[in-house]
């Protein structure tokens, strides 16, 4: 390690899992993937690139990009009889439930062909998954509106095209998608690439030591990321956003979140590791920013946000518990901007996160590897004898 920091690459060897992805520092708020800090490629790269970067171990030369984007414009379509799959949901399901059916079922399409001792059958999956998110999520979101499905357009970046199948119809020519939009889903998808070994990222890893096949195991850590407490906060601070109404009621919210016997927790604030400012939520606040402007949005929810963030800062129940902005806190506010509805966030986070779920999966499988099992301390009852039924009382 250079620069500014050092870290003991030894406390790495005695972690739990060992991963060479993604290193996190909680208590300076460091973020690096395969060394890079999350700052510099959410200033400097694209998501591909990082896709890349987390997949291979480097980044790629401007031939290696140009090759890998070439292959996922390749994997971009879905099977067309997957489009069953929807129709077996009601219209107003939640879409994380489609997309946990209909990517698990992508098991079915693909699974009889799959070695997973292979490289190359792994590498393909991968590349199958990050092709494909983006196409099943906007399927997911036309399916709740009752409209057409589209194709993707392989002429266009992955963060266009992904807009394109999310507000295009076919009964109108492609409408030129806005630049500032492109580049601010980019970053939000930057953003949520990898974060170590979190609890869907675990849960694809636990699947994965079975020798699941990998759309089952990224299926998996898509219900994992569902919860409130994980990937479902960007829709949940949102949500708290539009009950808190105004800059009045903060403090009433601060009260509930503060009190031991209200379940309310400030959502968007807190994380297992961070114990100070989440780099993420750093670049997700100066994005919103830089996109609102941009667009001209002057959104009472940002102040709302900011106001928010600046009393819970300065109260001593959450500087005494080290409890600061995470990456889900500002990062509804602009998928709204961008004309995301709050239904599809945790889908975004999803999509962005396949990248890091599927690398690990990699990870773990490029090398021997036994059966996740972790082990429990019973507390339950001490051995005893069977009382028949006429015995009890
Ligand atoms: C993600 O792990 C990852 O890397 C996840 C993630 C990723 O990229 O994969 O970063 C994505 O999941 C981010 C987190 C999104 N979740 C939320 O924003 C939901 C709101 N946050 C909380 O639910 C909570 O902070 C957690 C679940 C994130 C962490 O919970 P912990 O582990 O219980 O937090 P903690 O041990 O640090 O809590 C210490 C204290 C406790 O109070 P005391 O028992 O000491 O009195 O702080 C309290 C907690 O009750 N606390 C909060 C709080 N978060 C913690 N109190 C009010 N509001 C909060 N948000």
Redesign the pocket.
């Known amino acids: 390690a250079t620069n500014h920091f050092t870290f003991d690459p030894g406390f790495m060897s005695t972690a739990a899992c060992e991963s060479k992805i993604t290193y996190i520092d909680g208590d300076k708020g460091i973020l690096l993937h395969r060394g890079y800090p999350i700052e510099q490629l959410a200033q400097h790269s694209d998501y591909l690139e990082v896709c890349y970067l987390l997949l291979n171990g480097e980044l790629p030369s401007a031939r290696e990009k140009a090759q890998f984007v070439d292959i996922i414009k390749n994997h971009t379509m879905v099977h067309e009889q997957l489009k069953s799959f929807f129709n077996g949901f009601r219209r107003d399901a939640h879409p994380m439930a489609v997309m946990c059916g209909v990517v698990g079922a992508l098991s079915a399409f693909y699974h009889d062909s799959l070695d997973i001792t292979k490289p190359r059958h792994r590498e393909v999956s991968a590349m199958r998954l990050i092709a494909k998110m983006p196409t099943i999520a906007a399927m997911a979101y036309k399916y709740s509106l009752g409209e057409p499905m589209m194709y993707p357009r392989n002429n266009l970046s992955y963060a266009e095209n992904f807009l394109h199948m999310m507000f295009g119809s076919p009964c109108e020519p492609d409408k030129p998608i806005n630049p500032v939009l492109a580049r601010a889903i980019d970053r939000i998808f930057i953003l ?1 690439a990898d ?2 070994q ?4 675990s849960t694809v890893r636990l699947a994965g030591s079975s020798g699941a096949n990998p759309f089952a195991c990224i299926a998996a850590g898509i219900a994992a990321l569902w919860g ?4 479902g ?1 960007n829709e ?1 601070v949102l949500n708290m956003l539009e009950e808190i109404g105004s800059v009045e009621h903060i403090e009433r919210f601060i009260a509930k ?2 009190d ?1 016997n209200d379940p309310f ?9 961070y114990k100070s400012f ?1 780099p993420r939520a750093q670049v997700m606040k100066r994005t919103c920013d830089a996109v609102l402007t941009e667009l001209g949005i002057d959104d009472p929810q940002l102040e709302l946000a900011v106001r928010l963030e600046e009393i819970a800062l300065a109260d001593p129940y959450f500087k005494e ?3 600061y902005p ?3 806190f500002y990062s509804g506010i602009i998928l709204k901007a961008i004309g995301i509805p709050t239904s599809m966030f945790t889908v975004i986070f999803a999509l962005a ?1 396949t990248v890091g779920w599927i690398s690990h999966w990699q990870e773990m499988l490029s090398a021997p590897y036994k059966i996740g099992r972790p082990r429990q301390l019973y507390t339950g009852s001490a051995l005893r004898d069977f009382v028949p039924l006429e015995r009890r009382n």
């Open positions: 949520h974060h170590e979190n609890a869907s990222t409130p407490a994980h990937g906060a949940a979140a503060k031991p927790r400030l959502m968007g604030f807190g994380h297992r590791v989440d518990r080290n409890l995470n990456v889900d996160r």
